[in-house]
Structures are given as structure tokens and as C-alpha cells.
């Protein structure tokens, strides 16, 4: 059985061939590209024409005999279609700043406590409900000529296909869902203003299929898997039992748990945690860090300054460079969206009366070491939270490739981690799609595949004392 995920990124996208065969899985990478936002008048957008010449370009390349192709993309954001079928604009991207001023507007409509209480999603100003407010106040006229709204993932399935979807995972991003009952909560869309005509049924990963049109030239179908990358990158985690904790390693990274149902006490909501739609009926009860995204910034600066160094690079660098030296805490406000990310790492420190560091190695050093501090402060809220005792972290995703941060994380959280498959998100993709077809018979038999296809490295913790030291120092920089 041949398929195709198509795996869509806020920096990156590829095509992703997989093979399934005698219950083990290959993989094959068939297109890759670059996908980054746009300015348009002052702000940021995603160019939508162009990700749909990526997506036939991926189907060109892809083999002629797929049986099925299921796309996945980042969270929050969407795009309106027309009556007559047309994308109407530019989608936005979600480091716009115009969500800034709105979400005191709808905190004024419906108060966060009752916003978590409905959709448990945690308070992050880039979430889809404040862009959606900016959009009925200053776009009307976008609204009232819409006839549906759909996510990222859904709209690009739609340029395929023709054909509406509203996937549980993905939709779940949107602080729109009623996360017990699963869908559209008429009292949230009736706070922010949005027509609940807008909005198509949920259905579950894997529950919406259609034809690709004839225009692509191919014959396959279009099956929505864990539309959200991070619910595909979670279904391809190899969990078994319970006492495990993920971090889905990327430009974020998120570090939560698989549980059966939502938990939306104040606890949770203060924690800032969120509880995001998974395969299967899971919840994935998780907090955003802000990951990556910091050193790929330090990364960008440097090169521009005439250090190009890879990534291998800048790990080996941090590797030989003094420990603890400085600690931020990375899920600052500060680190989401700046111009110039060396000069806020250098300000955070120097606000905490640590020195800044200078140079390659003393920063990545300070922004590894941050984020396995960070992990930590997720693993000790996750088990008070949940009740839980947690012996192990699963890490998926790119982040697998950087041996330092895993090895910190291990020490960082005194227990093992376990990190693999690389390509976690393209592999839940594809099983997800497996399962629809009736190839696969259910989550379980996927992470199977997993755990005999794609092997596993295992860091223990070490330095604990050293570790336990810089703990306490960072909880006391963080008050």
C-alpha cells in the first residue's frame, strides 16, 4: 500500500512517500519546500496559491499508484472560501500582531475563566477566536461574503478536492470547540460574532474522504488524518502504558500527556495547559513551549552576520561551553515574535541579573539548557495535574536530531527519555490514512508499526546534582 502525507510546517513543507508492507513502514521523501509568510500592507499572510502549486508538485512527484494522500499543517490558522469555490484573500499567519488589541475585546464578551471552562484550549494571543474577532471588526466584509471558514490543513484539502472538511484534531486549536461535547460551541462563536453557518461538522481523523479533482491529474483519494501536525506527530509517538510524558520537538515544542478525557479545572487553565483533539478520541493535554524557534532565530541572525554555521554546529559549540551560566525562561512573551532574538536573550538575563551571554556556544548553551528547564516545569505541572506518576519522555519530531537538548532534557527531568521517529508527524499521517482504509486496525496496531519499524535512542539522566542545583535556581528566577 503506497501514500502520501503531505506535511506542512510555519518555516517548511515536504511529500512524504510511505510504503506499508507486512505490517512495517517506509518512508520516502518526494518533494520538499520552503513556506514563510508573506507582508502584505503591514502585515503577515500565508501565500495560499503558492502552497497549492507545492501541494500538485508533491502529487507530480509522488508514485502514480498512491492509494490515498492526507495533508497536515501548524494550528490556528484559516482562510474564507466564496459560494463560487474561491479562496477570498490571503490567509494570515499567526505571528500578526493584530490579535494584540482583541483579546481584552473578547475577554469583555466572555471571560476567559468560562472560555476554558468551554474549550480548555490555553491563552496564547495568536489563538484562532482573536483572530476571528479582529476579522468581524475590521474585515466585515470578508465575513459576510464567506461561505465557509476552514483551517490551514482543510483548505488546502479543499483546493484538491472541492469538498468542505472540519477535522476534529485541527479544529480543536481554534478555542471555537466545546471540548466535551467535541463541537462548535454556539456560545463562543456567538461571543466573537461568527456565523455558526460558517463552520462544518466535525468529523474524527481519518472520517473525511473525497476525490481528488480532475485538474490534479491523479485518481487518489484525500483523507483527512490528524489534520493538527502535532496530533499526527503524537499518534506516531510510541507510547505504551500509562506514566509517559511527549515533547513533540520542533519550531515549538509541546510536552503534554494522552489522556481519555479533558481536564478544564482552574488548576489546568492557570497552568496555562491546553486540551487539544487527538486520534482515536484522545486528548492531548499538552503546553506550548516556545522550542526551536529561539536558536532558528539565533541561527538566522548569525548568518546574516556572516556565521553560517549549521545546526551540528551550534550544538557542538553549546556542548563545549560552560553550563548554567545564564537560564531565561522560554515561553517569555519577549521570545515569540522579535526582531532582533539575540539582543531579547541578552535583555532577559541581564533583567534577572544574570550575565548575557556572548558569542555562538554561551547562547545556544543558554537556550538548550532553558528549554530542558522548561520540560521540567511541564513534567512536575503534568503530574500534579493529572495525578500521575510519569517514568519516561517520549521526544518525536526534528528535535530527535539534537542529541545535546535530549541528553539535557534526561538530566533536566531525572528520568529517561526515549526520542524517535524523526518523522513523527509524516508517519501519523500516513497511519492515520492506513487506518481509514482498513489497512491498519487501530492506534495501537499503528504505534506497533512504529516500535518495529523505527528504532528508538535511549539518554538516562546524568550530572543529577548539578541538575538539581540549576532546577532550583531557574524555579527561583521564575518567582
Not at 481519555?260 to 488548576?267: D, G, Q, R, S, Y
Request: hydrophobic share 40%.
Amino acid at each position: 500500500m503506497k501514500l502520501l502525507a503531505i506535511d506542512i510546517g510555519a518555516s517548511s513543507g515536504r511529500g512524504i512517500l510511505g510504503e506499508l508492507d507486512n505490517g512495517r513502514l517506509t518512508l520516502s521523501e518526494v518533494h520538499r519546500f520552503e513556506n514563510h509568510p508573506v507582508e502584505v500592507d503591514g502585515h503577515k499572510h500565508w501565500d495560499i496559491d503558492g502552497l497549492r502549486g507545492e501541494l500538485l508538485t508533491a502529487l507530480k512527484h509522488a508514485d502514480p499508484d498512491i492509494e490515498s494522500v492526507g495533508i497536515d499543517t501548524w494550528g490556528v490558522d484559516y482562510g474564507y472560501v466564496s459560494k463560487d469555490g474561491e479562496v477570498i484573500g490571503l490567509p494570515f499567519a499567526y505571528r500578526d500582531d493584530r490579535t494584540i488589541p482583541m483579546v481584552d475585546e473578547v475577554h469583555g464578551r466572555i471571560p476567559f475563566e468560562r472560555l476554558y471552562e468551554i474549550t480548555g484550549i490555553q491563552f496564547m494571543r495568536l489563538n484562532t477566536i482573536y483572530q476571528m474577532a479582529d476579522d468581524v471588526k475590521n474585515r466585515p466584509g470578508v465575513v459576510a461574503d464567506a461561505d465557509r471558514v476552514l483551517m490551514m490543513p482543510e483548505l488546502l484539502s479543499f483546493l484538491l478536492t472541492g469538498k468542505h472538511a472540519a477535522e476534529y484534531s485541527i479544529a480543536s486549536t481554534s478555542a471555537l470547540l466545546d471540548a466535551r461535547e467535541r463541537t462548535w460551541s454556539d456560545e463562543v462563536l456567538e461571543a466573537v460574532g461568527m456565523p455558526r453557518s460558517l463552520f462544518t461538522d466535525i468529523s474524527p481523523p481519518g472520517g473525511f474522504s473525497a476525490g481528488l479533482l480532475p485538474e490534479t491529474g491523479r485518481t487518489a483519494t484525500v483523507i483527512c488524518p490528524g489534520c493538527h501536525d502535532t496530533a499526527s506527530a503524537v499518534a506516531a509517538t510510541p507510547l505504551a502504558g500509562d506514566g509517559a510524558m511527549y515533547i513533540s520537538s520542533g519550531t515549538w515544542s509541546l510536552a503534554g500527556m494522552e489522556l481519555a478525557e479533558p481536564i478544564l479545572t482552574p488548576e489546568a487553565r492557570t497552568a496555562n495547559f491546553t486540551n487539544e483533539g487527538g486520534v482515536a478520541g484522545t486528548i492531548r493535554f499538552l503546553k506550548n513551549v516556545m522550542g526551536l524557534w529561539i536558536i532558528q532565530e539565533c541561527q538566522r541572525l548569525w548568518s546574516e552576520a556572516g556565521n553560517g554555521l549549521g545546526f551540528g554546529d551550534i550544538c557542538d559549540a553549546a556542548d563545549t561551553a560552560p553550563p548554567f551560566v545564564a537560564l531565561v525562561n522560554a515561553n517569555a512573551e519577549r521570545f515569540l515574535a522579535p526582531k532582533d532574538m539575540l539582543a531579547e536573550i541578552r535583555a532577559e538575563c541581564e533583567r534577572t541579573g544574570q550575565p548575557a551571554p556572548q558569542g555562538v556556544g554561551p547562547t545556544a548553551r543558554c537556550v538548550f539548557e532553558s528549554l530542558a528547564m522548561a520540560y521540567r516545569e511541564c513534567l512536575e505541572q503534568l503530574r500534579r495535574l493529572t495525578g500521575q506518576s510519569i517514568d519516561r519522555i517520549h521526544i518525536v519530531g526534528g528535535g530527535v536530531q539534537n542529541k545535546l537538548l535530549c541528553q539535557m532534557t534526561a538530566d533536566a527531568c531525572a528520568v529517561p527519555v526515549l526520542a524517535g521517529p524523526v518523522e513523527a508527524t509524516a508517519i501519523g499521517n500516513l497511519l492515520v490514512q492506513a487506518i481509514a482504509l482498513g489497512a491498519v486496525s487501530d492506534l495501537a496496531a499503528a504505534r506497533h508499526i512504529v516500535r518495529t519499524t523505527f528504532p528508538l535512542d535511549e539518554y538516562t539522566p546524568q550530572d543529577q546534582a548539578a541538575w538539581a542545583r540549576a532546577w532550583k535556581r531557574y524555579q527561583d528566577l521564575r518567582g
